[in-house]
């Protein structure tokens, strides 16, 4: 069982900074998807950012120019966003996804709140 371990997240003013952390724990695929969801309350989750175990990422047309994953090292990746609006005030969930058996796990989520 794939565990994921968020850190990040918390209270920023708009146009400030934050970075997401997702470790992923119990897998040994060498082929795999991670990525950063999120939901906002009443909205439903979408995609903010993906990153592949070969460091081929994409973005959420909202992310694009602003926030940046990356692939510290082998099932951890980090999310830096920047200058953040109130819209992007949501809960933000980590996914692990793997490539030959297409499984999927999922983090219990951390939340960002932007202040105007």
């Known amino acids: 069982q794939v565990q994921l371990a968020e850190s990040g997240g918390g209270l920023v003013q708009a146009g400030g900074s934050l970075g997401l952390s997702c470790a992923a724990s119990g897998s040994s695929s060498s082929h795999y998807t991670m990525a950063w969801y999120r939901q906002a309350p009443g909205k439903q989750r979408e995609l903010v950012a993906s990153?592949?175990?070969?460091?081929?990422a994409q973005y959420g047309d909202f992310a694009e120019g602003r926030f940046s994953i990356s692939k510290i090292y082998d099932y951890t990746i980090h999310l830096q966003m920047n200058s953040l609006k109130p819209e992007d005030t949501a809960v933000y969930f980590c996914?692990?996804?793997?490539?030959?058996?297409?499984?999927?796990?999922w983090g219990k989520g951390t939340l960002v709140t932007v202040s105007s």
């Open positions: 996914k692990f996804q793997t490539w030959v058996r297409s499984e999927e796990f």
């Open positions: 990153i592949t175990s070969a460091r081929v």
